[in-house]
Structures are given as structure tokens and as C-alpha cells.
DNA sequence: AAATTTGCCTAACAATCGTTAGGTAAAATG
DNA sequence: CATTTTACCTAACGATTGTTAGGCAAATTT
């Protein structure tokens, strides 16, 4: 019974300080902030984790991964270019929806990582953005989406993504799914190309 | 020549607290660090400052009022609803571009002003939003716009153009009108209505 | 039952924070 | 020339920061 159902207590003063880091930023919340919420001494935390910057670490890349993980699995499976857009606009809305806490200080809060996990985060970011960037070039190979700007196109799709970090709650009245077609919706109709020479097209 | 053509001082401090708040954060930037630039001592800074709050305060609300002021204009003179948005874009870059640095606090730091002026801050932020929104429900009205959800159409917007401020460069190629016309013309496509009845229609 | 590990505690540290007080030299004003 | 104002300085304050050291009781392992 050491650790099935029950959370661990690192665990616990990490989603502990997600909340924190989100709602008074990293810099702002200290370590007796984090202690206080667990009724516990802010040197105690140090018997679970090694320094305020781990916490943030690991909150970023586990993250991160999280991310990574779900493009590339929509980029294995084979869809079009729309499907692949889809699938992979959901995933993500999935994702933030999941934790706001910590997808918050996913998408705010890096800028204070140190120096050396700056570096590997930020690559890791551009690597996600880069598979978007790859479905869009898909889409218009395909011939199915209009001939855009592929570097604004993507960043369009992601800070629209992104930003439901900053209204979301989780007891609001929409799920993931229906944000997700929702923002796919907005954007296809940018891109989906229209086929006006045929009669019968129906938007 | 006490100040023509010259920088007052008070405005240099808050030009450099804009850079450092951009680029560390507000939190973590000190009084210190930003004496140091300007080559003086931190508790100098109170001869032209009243507290690190206030620098805060003059650098969101400033930008608030340019941004206000903007679509004020837009919404004074009149354009039909597609013009509207593509100048209340315009604007918006342009206010971005012009200065980065106090766009990026106007953006990202404005959690950490004190409770007061935070309540006034968002009230200003949720006028501005408000603003769109009425475009978004003008051009629909007009039957020029898809009938599209309002808020996620403001949302993806405001996101998109306020993204931005994270990968402009002044030195870059783009700017400000060529950055608005693509981020229009990609929001347009998604909103433009489709007229497939009208066989001479070209996109 | 003995030994070890776990999970917390108190106390304290050096560093840094925003800010105030009081002084001083140069510039502006009369 | 005398006076006031401006723009800085040094020194220091109380508070808060992340973190370490060392101890102690309960739980776990041997």
C-alpha cells in the first residue's frame, strides 16, 4: 500500500507547486509557500527533491514529453494532412486540459529554468513545432490545404491552442474534444482549400 | 535642452526595467540590475521612481491605453467589418512592434501588479476583448463573416497577433503591415464567407 | 528484538531583496 | 554671489530567499 492509489509525497509537492507557480509565477512562490500548503516545513521538501529548480524541471519536461509523445504517435498512424491536423490539435487541447496547473508553467514559466535545461527545453520545443510545421506541408502536397505561410500557419494554430491555458476550467461546460473542434473548425476554414469551381461543394 | 531630443531619465529607468522584465521576468529582475545598466546605484532610482510596483504599473498601463486608443479609432471611423479587423490588426502589430520589450510585460508580467491595480488592469484588457468581439458581431451581422463562435474567434485572434511579441525581431525582414497582412489573411480565410453559389467567385 | 531507513522537525546560514535616511557636489535659479 | 534644487552617493534596515546541518520519533527491514 506504499504507493498504488495513493500519490507519493514528491508527487504531491510537485502538483503542489504547479498550482503555485501558476497562479503567483516561479520567481514568486517560494519554497515556504509550497511547505505551508502540505503542512509541512519548507526544509522538509528537501527530503523529496533537491532544489526549488528541480521542481521546475521537471514539471517543463515532463511536460515536454507529453507533448512530443502525442505528435509523433499522430504522425506514425497514417491520416491526411486534415486528420493529422485534427488529431494532433486535440491531443494538445487534451493535454492542457488535463493539468492547467502544470501546462501553465509549461507555457509561462521555462523562461527561469537554468541555463543548460534552457537549452534542451527549448530544442525540444522548436522539435514539436516542427512537426506541426510538417503536417502544413503535408496538407499542401496534398493539394487540400491553400498555399499559406507555413511559419505564421503554425504559429496561428499554437498560440490559439495555447491560450485556452489562460481561460480553461476544468468545471467549465467543454471538453477537450469539443475546444479542440472548435479551434479545428476556426482554423480549417483558413486553410482548407475552396472548391469553388465545383457545384456541389458545400462548406 | 533640458528635455528636447534627449531621453528624461525617469524614462530611461523604465525603458530598461522593460528589457530586463522582457527578458528575466519582473520577479526576478532587482532594482540592482537594473541600476547596474544605467550605471548608478539602486537607491537612486527612488529620486525618479516611487517603487518597483510603480514601474510596473506605468509600463502596463501605458500599453493599455495605446491599445485602447487604437481600436477606439477603428471603431470611430467607418469601415465595414473586414476593414475594421484587418486595421484593428494592423494596430495591434504595430503597438507590438514598436516596442517589444513593454509589449512583452504588457503581455506576461501584468500577474505580478498589486491587487488594486490588477482589477483595473483586467477590466481595461476585457474592454479591449469586448471591442473585437463587437467586430467579430458586426461582420456576421453584415453577413460577410461565417457564423462562427464569437469568443473562440476573438480568442484565436488576440492569440495569434499577441504571439508575436515571443519571435519578432526588430531587426528582421517582416514588418509590422506585412506581419498584419499575413496574420489577416489567415484569420480572413477562416472567417470570410464562401460564396460557392457564385460561379465567377475566385478566392 | 535490533538495526536501519524514512519523514519530518528546529535552528541557522549567507545572500539578496526593496526601500529609507542622510549627506554631498554640481547645476539651476534668484 | 547666495540659495535652492537636482541627481546622485554611501550605509544600512528589516524582511525574505533557497538551502544545509543535525536531531528525533515512527515505520520498516533484518
Redesign the interface.
Known sequence: MTEFQTISRKEQIIVTAAQLFKQ??Y??SSMRDIALVLNMEAASLYHHIKSKEEILELICFTMAQKFLAAIAEVNDIYFNAEEKLRKAILHHVEIITEDINKSAVFL?EW??LPENSLKDFMFLRNHYESEFTHIIENGMQEDIF?N??KK??V??I???V???NE?YQADGKMNAAEIAK??S???????RK?M?TD?H???
Not at 473548425?185 to 486553410?191: E, N, P, R, T
Open positions: 503567483k509565477g520567481e514568486a509561462r523562461r527561469s491553400e499559406v505561410d505564421f500557419a504559429l496561428s499554437l498560440s490559439s495555447n491560450w485556452i481561460w472548435k479551434i473548425d476556426f482554423v480549417m476554414g483558413g486553410l475552396k469553388v457545384p461543394y458545400r462548406p
